[in-house]
């Protein structure tokens, strides 16, 4: 791989003018999740040559696709029937990516939910869009005005985060999380399964979350599931916390002084809303979350756990996986990138010679 190449893919981007001898590897068996021609077991190898030299990232949600092109420009397709691709003029799908056109500023990062989406611009403000939390919005609001953009059919600015800058923004089912320039976490929507670390059942505003939480320390990034989080510290800890039962927190749920806990079940989901240190992912380089699965490069080496009903963890069933393990079918392959979508996972590796 050529050098320009190699920052091209540290940079999350595809470089269009050179070949690179990298392998993308694609799972579990279904041809219509990873994508590919076979049927049965991980997709053949094959040599990855893309001609999108200024697409710098992208964000998939339910039913929708967005790019995020380098000077900003920000596009959408796909379902519309929650206005959650930007696009009011556009009553049914969007066949062909889109302008956001009402988005005036520069977009630094976007982030997709089931049915609302995240921008963070270039100025640190957060813009949403998309009415898939405002049913639950209601019911927990007790007739109280919701903020506009949980009901905002195109980007609407996030109130509450008027005193911080935002630089990367992260989307659940139906939660939002935004990390700020100071390594801190404010997070707003549903709570149900305590991945918001309060004990309201919904947040229509962002609320920060104690950096107690985080042993004091700032976190450095943070990814989302449909009902779990995954967040880095700037030391390298790795927290998770939020719905536990398809084991997608990797973690056992603990008690002071490292014991099992055998209380009841509403104490387990208790400990597994509180943020909790993974240490065998300390040190994590990458980190993706599925919708209830994860994948993670640690010492060079990939790591799955979690929901693995249709074999996305990699380790040839389809039992859930509690703790995070080595994907052994990759061997010595060098990961450079890794990526999971709702059932299925991908890992683009660079092979030897």
Known sequence: MSRHCKRCWRRGTFCSYHWCRTTLCMWPQQ???AGVESHRGCAAFHFVHCPVWLLCKTSCMWLGFYNHIRSGLLLSCGSNSFGQLGLPQISGPCLTPQKIESLKEKVVNVAAGLRHALAATDSGLVLQWGTGMASRAKRASQGKALPVFLTAKEPCEVTGLEDVKVKTVAAGSYHSVSLTDEGCLYVWGSNKHGQLVSRD???AEPKKI??????HEKIGAVWSGWTHLVARTEAGKVFTWGRADYRQLGRHAGVPGGQQSTASEHCLELLCNIPVSVPCLN??????CGSEHNLAIVGGQCFSWGWNEHGMCGDG???NVRVPK?????GCAKQILI?????HSMALCQTPQ
Request: aromatic share 10%.
């Open 201 to 203: 059942i919904f947040l």
């Open 317 to 319: 069933t389809e039992a």
């Open 326 to 330: 080595p994907v052994k079918a990759l």
């Open 31 to 33: 041809r219509w999740a």
């Open 210 to 215: 104690d950096t107690q939480c985080f042993s």
């Open 339 to 343: 990526g999971c979508g709702a059932g």
């Open 283 to 288: 040190g994590a380089s990458q980190i993706a």
